[in-house]
């Protein structure tokens, strides 16, 4: 529940602070004192949009602070809402969040939760679940067909959240394979002009049949066959440098006969120096490598030939290479891989009428099973409507309109287009095959007529009222907030009002803005909007009423009149019998 809310520089409201317990809660003041300032600022707690005309005039910035405790049996908000703040880096300490929205007067929004910044949207989404707040827009709201149907869902319970939830999936389902099937049938033509492009460019690549790295194999062979006389010369004159056949007057003349020189006369003094040993010893090594590096050159001048027919076939084989990477790819090895891709996509595209095929017959198995989730859904629906209808009719009997019948009117309706259930093909949407309307027949013998054409303003305020009740024994709210819903009614009509919210109170925390004594009667707390001048400033305070300060009020909101005696005493009489009501339940 909301157990405390503080404001600074809203509206009238230049600072104060509003302690709330469980129970039932009335606000009250004179027109103009700033009530509806406490809505706002719930408002804007909720995520509501900012306004900076809500700044108080010379303020430079607006702010709500609200404090939510989280009550024992509260599991099913706490946990998730804990975990939500959480992420969003805030803290909740003892069980207690504090959330608060910061407006200044150039229009800019600031939220926070936990004591951590945070997108309005999130705002919304951590408080919504835990505050119901209705006004005259709400009731509004409550004519539009969307919300009437929501409104017997919700009390339909937890099986027609469910099947709603599975219906929901299908239908989407059921859209994004519909978009498919029109995109794959749109774009057929098109995909036949690609496959047929795929199928000349695999054919091309096949007939040549590349290898991996071929590209650069031929590259080099053709290097080694252009240049074969050159290669070999240059081969036979290294060999002469190593190992000349030379007579033995010409010792010394290549490579290796200078270091066999050198090797003997060193050998030649071996035994005088250790030292002098182990570099006959290397030149030992170096004579052997030099011999080896001799026949393989020797071997390498031998192996080069001229061979012209052998280079034009290179040069051929690599000409159609090019040709294939100038169209496909930098390298050989990317030929082969657009070819890889271009066979896999050639499957595919060549796989549109089995995909046309197929998509269809997704859509017709989905249309099959989303009649099957409607009708089911249907059904749920109006076996709730039936209960809802009599619940709200009783609750209006409580509300002094005795002879008032609620009907809740499920109905479909045809079309050609739609989904084909029994022997009807019923048009279909998001949130099932129904249209819900909730119909008043305010006196008896009237026929019914929906709210927005049979029922007057008090008559609509005292339904909304009753729907709400109804829809708190299955869909509870830990705190519900309602502005000035009892617009419109007088009297009696009053007295059940209050005394119905005073039994709403009783599962919830409830905060009232009335004009009405006969409602600000039957609340556990009364709290007034005080208005005060300065001359040239106004300014609005929130004060909690003790007893006495509670008959007083009551005396002003019956007869204008706060010391009348009458009204004092009228004022005694009211709270006296509505706290009465209340202990007799």
Request: glycine fraction near 10%; charged fraction near 25%; charge should be negative.
């Amino acid at each position: 529940m909301i157990e405390e809310i503080r404001i600074a520089s809203l509206g009238v409201i230049e600072e104060s602070a509003l302690e709330l317990g469980p129970g039932f809660t009335a606000i009250t003041g004179e027109t103009g004192a700033g009530k509806t300032m406490v809505v706002t600022a719930l408002g804007l707690l909720l995520g509501g949009r900012a306004d900076s005309g809500a700044v108080r005039t010379g303020a430079k910035t607006a702010r709500v602070e609200g404090l939510v405790r989280l009550t024992e049996g509260s599991e099913r908000w706490s946990e998730p809402l804990s975990a939500r703040v959480d992420e969003l880096g805030g803290e909740v300490e003892d069980d207690a969040l504090v959330v608060a929205r910061q407006i200044s007067a150039e229009g800019r929004s600031r939220a926070f939760a936990g004591g951590a910044s945070v997108p309005v949207s999130a705002l919304s989404g951590l408080i919504d679940p835990l505050v119901a707040v209705h006004g005259q827009s709400d009731q509004h709201r409550l004519l539009q067909p969307a919300a009437q149907r929501d409104a017997l869902d919700r009390f339909a319970g937890a099986r027609a959240a469910k099947a709603r939830a599975g219906y929901s999936a299908t239908y989407q389902r059921l859209r994004a394979t519909e978009a498919e099937l029109a995109e794959v049938v749109q774009t057929a033509r098109e995909r036949a002009r690609e496959a047929d492009l795929l199928r000349f460019g695999l054919g091309e690549v096949e007939q040549v049949a590349p290898e991996s790295g071929e590209d650069r194999a031929l590259a080099a062979e053709e290097a080694r066959l252009g240049f074969a006389d050159t290669l070999r010369t240059a081969a036979e004159q290294a060999r002469e440098c190593l190992s000349s056949e030379s007579t033995a007057g010409e010792a010394g003349a290549d490579a290796l006969g200078a270091v066999s020189a050198a090797r003997k006369l060193l050998d030649g003094v071996r035994d005088h120096d250790a030292e002098a040993a182990s570099l006959a010893d290397r030149l030992a090594e170096v004579s052997y490598l030099l011999s080896d590096v001799a026949a393989d050159v020797s071997s390498y001048a031998t192996s080069l030939e001229t061979d012209p027919v052998r280079l034009a076939a290179v040069s051929e084989r690599r000409a159609a290479l090019t040709a294939l990477t100038r169209k496909y790819g930098e390298t050989i090895d990317e030929v082969l891989a657009w070819a890889e891709q271009g066979s896999r996509r050639l499957l595919e595209l060549d796989g549109t009428d089995e995909r046309i095929e197929e998509l269809r017959a997704q859509v017709a198995s989905l249309r099959t099973t989303l009649a099957e989730q409607g009708a089911a859904l249907t059904a749920l629906r109006d076996k709730a409507a039936a209960k809802l209808g009599r619940v709200v009719s009783d609750e209006l009997t409580a509300l002094a309109m005795p002879h008032a019948v609620v009907t809740v009117a499920v109905t479909q309706h045809d079309d050609p287009d739609g989904l084909a259930v029994g022997e009807r093909t019923l048009r279909f949407g998001p949130s099932g095959l129904d249209d819900v309307e909730l119909l008043l027949a305010a006196n008896r013998g009237a026929e019914p007529r929906p709210l927005g054409k049979g029922a007057s303003g008090g008559e609509l305020s005292r339904v909304m009222l009753a729907v709400e009740v109804a829809l708190a024994a299955t869909h509870p709210v830990p705190t519900f907030v309602f502005d000035e819903v009892d617009a419109g009614v007088g009297g009696k009509a009053a007295v059940e009002v209050g005394r119905r919210l005073a039994l709403l109170a009783r599962h919830a925390q409830v905060l009232v803005v009335t004009h009405l004594p006969q409602v600000a009667a039957f609340a556990d707390q009364h709290v007034v909007v005080v208005k005060s001048h300065d001359g040239t400033v106004t300014t609005s305070g929130l004060t909690t009423l003790d007893d006495g300060g509670r008959v007083k009020e009551l005396s002003r909101m019956l007869a204008g009149l706060e010391d009348s005696e009458t009204a004092l005493a009228h004022a005694e009489e009211l709270l006296a019998t509505a706290q009465e009501a209340r202990s007799a339940g």
